[in-house]
């Protein structure tokens, strides 16, 4: 792996430099997945519950909502298939962005003795960490399909394309977690922001529940690029529906670009990341 130093980085034009990145990745693989493998293993080693926290988060998440509905606050709408299939892949789908944000925030500050002592590419903490938000979305599916069978149903055909579907929202959430990872060196105020803005979107979003989109909330989502990276899919995967195709492919490249710029901008930045930590 080739480490440049950030006065002959910038020389170079974008083009060189993005290929620069995805040469780097490559030669990274091996890194990245020893990275993932540490934090797989030591992750709920301090914790009681451990594991169980996978399934646990999305039941007190719906079991929130049913309580909002019942109180009148949030209305879920109707769904057409049980509540707990409808929730626990709406959650699972969100907290790729959700969790991902916070656990890429995260993953340069949490190796701060690796950063300062050893020369390596940076940006192999944060793929290695959003590694974590995978498995436990892959378990939760796993969670789902025993869920289909235990209402007596089968899962869509379409519930299969969840790797395809999803990785527009996983762009976008690399993308911005390797910005904030970069602020997060600098504040460790960020990931409180992080966190405060997500949960304030699930709110807002027809996530957890279905909801009609007309009025102000209706209008806001309309433009939002999260809506659609989160809301088509999960229709895909549920229903094997496609609606807002538009929306879901215009969401997609800008998904795709914010990943581009957010790698480009940690990879000319992480020369100066030891002095920050």
């Known amino acids: 792996m080739t480490i440049y130093s950030s006065e002959s980085i910038y020389r170079l034009g974008i083009k060189n430099i993005i290929w620069m990145m995805f040469s780097d990745f490559r030669k990274g693989k091996e890194l990245i997945w020893r990275l993932f493998l540490r934090d797989f293993t030591s992750r709920h080693k301090q914790s009681i519950l451990g594991w169980l926290w996978i399934v646990l988060m999305p039941l007190m998440t719906m079991g929130t909502f049913l309580l909002l509905n019942m109180s009148g606050i949030i209305k879920i709408g109707r ?27 995260n993953s340069v500050t949490g190796a701060g ?3 300062q002592k050893i020369n390596f590419s940076k940006d192999s903490l944060v793929f290695a960490s959003f590694g974590q938000v995978v498995i436990d979305f892959l378990i939760r599916m796993g969670l789902t399909v025993g869920i289909f069978l235990l ?20 762009f976008l959430t690399l993308g911005i977690g390797m910005i904030a990872s970069l602020l997060q060196a600098i504040s460790k105020d960020i990931v409180s922001f992080v966190n405060l803005g997500t949960g304030f979107l699930l709110l ?46 215009l969401s997609g490249i800008l998904g795709f670009l914010v990943f581009i710029f957010g790698w480009m901008f940690f990879y000319l930045s992480q020369t100066k990341l030891a002095e920050r930590i």
């Open 79 to 105: 769904i057409d298939i049980p509540y707990p299939i409808f929730g626990l892949v709406s959650f699972s789908i969100w907290n790729i962005f959700s969790n991902g944000l916070v656990t890429t925030t």
């Open 151 to 170: 209402y007596g149903k089968m899962p869509p055909l379409s519930f299969f394309l969840f790797p395809i579907v999803l990785l527009p929202l996983a």
């Open 113 to 115: 003795g690796l950063v």
């Open 204 to 249: 807002l979003m027809p996530i957890m529940y279905s909801a009609d989109q007309a009025g102000i909330l209706g209008k806001l989502n309309s433009i939002n690029p999260l809506y659609y990276l989160v809301i088509v899919p999960r229709d895909i995967i549920l229903y094997g529906e496609v609606r807002h195709l538009t929306g879901f492919i």
